[in-house]
């Protein structure tokens, strides 16, 4: 299992709301491969937000209901990817540290992950 600072915030909140953390050494397990897609599609429902919004604000004829819920859906798009860009900020800052104590083997590249 990983140390304590190396828990991967996973995209998701428990029942109470808190946060959801993973500890494991297989970044290729089920849990960790199914946060991948989860963050994959929470970034890229935000990307369409965002193409959706500015659509809407160039409309002068949009109703200020709609302004409403789209500012709450931004809201939590945004809240969606602050968590993971924390997520991954932790977890690069691990591999930081990693590679920092593997100065004597040499450089240390992470594996890359593709689709």
Known sequence: MTPRNELRLLPWSGPDGRP???STDDEDSHLSRLANKVEALQLDLADNLVSHTLEVLGDETTE???LRRLSAELTNALKDT???AT???HRLAALDL???ERDDEGPYLPAASFG
């Open 64 to 66: 200020l209901e709609e």
């Open 87 to 89: 997520s991954r900020g």
């Open 98 to 100: 990693t590679a920092r």
């Open 20 to 22: 959801c953390y993973l």
């Open 82 to 84: 602050l968590r993971v």
